[in-house]
């Protein structure tokens, strides 16, 4: 198997049925050589509205995994990769829809570049603008900035704009640090150097930290526009918003303990602190605002 195609799903039945529709006329597609060579898998976590029933029906050729608890975005991708055959595997969120031949330029672009472990294509958001979704690391510094709003308030100062590459529009090919993601592409043998997600990222980050692990390795990855995705952003994250800025808060909390803490344990302490506090004040925001306020990407 050349492709093994991965969505994670969470109560989205209706976007993964668009999402699923688009894929597989993508597979069915003869210029783009997919069909008989790639796999999917849709692994549920537990949804309520039937999402799993849906597939199965109208979906027969998905390869249905259906867990009784929600192990978040994580552990479900890592129970499909175990079980996944192709060189190349595609994570994709159900809230998608690929145009299209791009999953075809992402298996080709990977093909012939070998010092590229991972690529992402261009997001775009509903009404088909682009979507930034490439990140530099978190660096301490960076998500300090970030988590003080100071981009905003200072939109014009250059050290406040770095982490979210806002001074880039997405819009040329160029190696990065972690793509969102709603759409990556890697390489089976990166995953084998490098190991699965981490799950102790419940969701949020883990592609973040997956991503530091893949470039500490060698690997390059990249961004192609000449790729697209529409990404209707968020649709699964606004169902349990509060959970979701914990998620993100404590994965962060991980993602520097783990990789740049280098022995300062006297920092744990006053750095989850000070996270979970901004968590907090976040969600009273959100529900002050009357729940209508979807936060920015944090990763």
Not at 15 to 22: E, F, K, N, P, V
Not at 124 to 136: E, F, G, W
Not at 145 to 152: A, I, R, T, V, W
């Amino acid at each position: 198997m050349n492709l093994s195609i991965i969505i994670v799903s969470w109560n989205t039945r209706e976007l993964l049925r668009s999402c699923l529709a688009t894929l597989q006329a993508e597979i069915d597609r003869p210029t783009n050589m997919l069909a008989g060579t790639t796999e999917v898998f849709l692994v549920d976590n537990a949804s309520k509205d039937d999402s799993a029933q849906m597939v199965s029906e109208n979906f027969p050729w998905v390869k249905l995994i259906a867990n009784s608890d929600n192990l978040g975005f994580a552990a479900a991708n890592n129970q499909a990769i175990k079980q996944s055959s192709g060189r190349l595997i595609l994570l994709l969120n159900p809230d998608t829809e690929v145009q299209p031949s791009s999953i075809k330029v992402l298996v080709d672009f990977l093909e012939n570049h070998p010092k590229a472990g991972v690529v992402a294509p261009q997001l775009l958001n509903t009404d088909r603008s682009i979507q930034r979704s490439c990140r530099a690391f978190p660096t301490f510094n960076g998500m300090l900035f970030e988590l003080m709003g100071l981009s905003k308030i200072f939109p014009d100062q250059p050290k406040f704009r770095e982490y979210k590459m806002l001074d880039w529009n997405h819009d040329d090919e160029r190696e990065v640090d972690q793509p969102e993601g709603a759409c990556l592409m890697v390489k089976r043998e990166v995953i084998d150097q490098v190991g699965t997600l981490d799950e102790g990222f419940w969701m949020l980050f883990e592609e973040v930290d997956w991503c530091y692990r893949v470039k500490a390795h060698g690997w390059q990855i990249w961004f192609t526009p000449t790729a697209q995705v529409v990404h209707h952003y968020g649709q699964s994250i606004k169902q349990v918003k509060a959970k979701m800025i914990l998620s993100s808060h404590r994965g962060l909390y991980r993602f520097w303990k783990k990789h740049y803490r280098k022995g300062r344990w006297y920092l744990d302490v006053p750095a989850y602190a000070g996270l979970m506090s901004l968590a907090y004040l976040r969600i009273a925001s959100f529900h002050l605002r009357g729940g209508k306020q979807i936060a920015p990407k944090s990763s």
